[in-house]
């Protein structure tokens, strides 16, 4: 299995290094194309994969296609690699908004499409990435996918309605925690914390009650039980997040990050 990529940027050498690490295929089972030379020499001299001349010759080349380009050239990336499609070639689409619809009235055709959105922790191997599929994807290259998918991180199949809720709870979701954690590093800077140390400490404590989530399949709600004591300090904590509206204040976030996702 050849697996194609069209567009190097970030996410896309995420991906590549997810399925090489997890020895999905070889390096010489890796092929990309991106305009940018840059983009190019930087993933060659990284993961050591093969470069192809175009786009078109990507899909010729390949069995899985990752389209790991922006929102607003895909349409003009997919017109160029049409005329190339084979009808078993199995399309990864990274780009957001773009419903499986959509993408297939651009190939003018019946394409087999998994359409996914993945979070910047892909990076370093813990994304969280929800998709769907269009209905000509088999159960075989469902199982392809979610090869590729969870090589570098967690995956989760949804119903394509929903990959706009997908977008504010993981997609953009990175970036919610990210000011949690500088709000508490600050705070402990000024308790007289250093910065280093700050982030760490405030880091590692998000990072282990994620795993407390997953790994314990416990509710949130009852971890969180757990650490407020009775007259403590973490249930005057609490008190304080729930006066300030931090509940409401995520929701609300999420609801407009939802809204916005639906009218990409």
Known sequence: MTIGFI???NMAKAIIGGILNNAIVSEG??????????AKNATIERYGIAMADSNPDVVQRSDVVVLAVKPQVIGEVIEEIAPEVSEDTIF??????????WLTERFGKEVKIVRCMPNTPALVGEGMTGYCVSKSVTAEDKQIAEKILTSFGRAEEVNEELMAAVTSVSGSSPAYVFILIEAMAD?????GMTRAQAYKFAAQAVLGSAKM???????PGELKDMVCSPAGTTIEAVKELERGGFRAAVEDAMQACTERALRI
């Open 213 to 219: 989530v997953l790994d314990t399949g416990r509710h």
């Open 92 to 101: 990864i689409s990274i780009a957001p908004g773009k419903s499986i619809a």
């Open 7 to 9: 567009g190097l940027g």
């Open 187 to 191: 705070q402990a800077v000024a308790d």
């Open 29 to 38: 089972s890796v092929i990309g194309y991106d305009r940018m030379p840059a």
